[in-house]
């Protein structure tokens, strides 16, 4: 195997990796997002509303992007 052929497979593969991370970022996020849901829900419920409220508990902040530009995905440069 050539030297630029094992680069350009290296190349496809650290590209896999990375949309792979973004992938499991995604899931993870929306997992939160749904758990965080839940959770919101089951403290608005009689009796969980009475005791909540006694414990200092309140609803949770869903996950959301704060930073501009943050939903887009980093520009990575792999010809050096």
Known sequence: MTAPLRGLL???EMQDQLEGTENRIAVARQDYN???NRYN???R???QVLTAKLL???PREYFELQT???AQAP???FSK
């Open 41 to 43: 829900a089951y403290i």
């Open 10 to 12: 290296a190349i496809a």
């Open 75 to 77: 520009k990575v440069d």
């Open 45 to 47: 419920r009689f009796p």
């Open 68 to 70: 501009p530009g943050a």
């Open 56 to 58: 200092g508990k309140g």
């Open 34 to 36: 749904e758990a965080v």
